[in-house]
């Protein structure tokens, strides 16, 4: 009976391992995207809700120096 080499099966068990390493990061990756997609759409909303309640205050013309905060209204 034939039997491999022990650096081929070692290649082989080495080979293996780092695959199902990199499969674990992939994996890992994906979690870490569903989290930080999480977090934008939060914001997202938040920040909505905020231009909302600064056109509600300000007026929907109103146009404002992200420098500055300096409010104008749009030139009709």
């Known amino acids: 009976m034939s039997k491999l080499t022990?650096?081929?099966l070692d290649y082989?068990?080495?080979s293996q391992s780092n695959f199902q390493k990199l499969k674990i990061n992939?994996?890992?990756?994906?979690?870490?995207?569903a989290s930080f997609?999480?977090?934008?759409?939060k914001l997202r909303?938040?920040?909505n809700e905020f231009e909302?309640?600064?056109t509600d205050k300000y007026g929907k013309d109103s146009?404002?120096?992200m420098?500055?905060?300096e409010i104008k209204q749009k030139d009709a």
Do not use: H, R
């Open 6 to 8: 022990k650096e081929e």
């Open 37 to 41: 997609m999480e977090a934008i759409n």
């Open 63 to 65: 146009v404002i120096d």
């Open 52 to 54: 909302i309640m600064l």
């Open 45 to 47: 909303s938040e920040f």
């Open 26 to 33: 992939i994996a890992d990756l994906e979690l870490n995207k």
């Open 12 to 14: 082989i068990n080495e």
């Open 67 to 69: 420098s500055t905060g």
